[in-house]
């Protein structure tokens, strides 16, 4: 049984750092698409980044991009998502979700139709974590 465990999360002022890390365990394939969402009180989930295990492929979503980093280490079965310059708009609980039954793809596509998915069913995103809160507060 495939499992996703967070951590990382924490207090930080505006323009500090994190690194959230999802560790996976489980894992049966090498083919597999691993990413982030974020939901802050009141708001709908919404798509941060994933990563590709079958080419690096990185996306992001447009209110992230150039401040936030996913990463993975293989030798450590983790997914990383480094964050910085952070904004008081950045805190949310922060959850990983993977796909792990799809065919393998290649460039951009897929993961941006992933990353879409930011209500339930959660269609093709069998495993989350139980997510790790970010707060972004003076």
């Known amino acids: 049984q495939v499992q996703l465990v967070e951590s990382g999360g924490g207090l930080v002022h505006p323009g500090g750092s994190l690194r959230l890390s999802c560790a996976t365990s489980?894992?049966?394939?090498?083919?597999?698409?691993i990413g982030w969402f974020r939901q802050a009180p009141g708001k709908e989930r919404e798509g941060v980044s994933f990563?590709?295990?079958?080419?690096?492929?990185?996306v992001y979503a447009d209110s992230v991009k150039g401040r936030f980093t996913i990463s993975r280490d293989d030798t450590k079965n983790t997914v990383y998502l480094q964050m910085n310059s952070l904004k008081p708009e950045d805190t949310a609980v922060y959850y990983c979700?993977?796909?792990?039954?799809?065919?393998?793809?290649?460039?951009?596509?897929?993961?941006?139709?992933?990353?879409?998915?930011?209500?339930?069913?959660?269609?093709?995103?069998?495993?989350w974590g139980q997510g790790t809160l970010v707060t972004v507060s003076s």
């Open positions: 979700a993977a796909d792990l039954d799809s065919p393998p793809q290649y460039g951009s596509t897929w993961l941006r139709v992933l990353m879409g998915q930011s209500r339930p069913p959660y269609r093709y995103l069998e495993v």
């Open positions: 489980g894992l049966a394939s090498n083919v597999y698409y």
């Open positions: 990563i590709s295990s079958t080419d690096g492929t990185t």
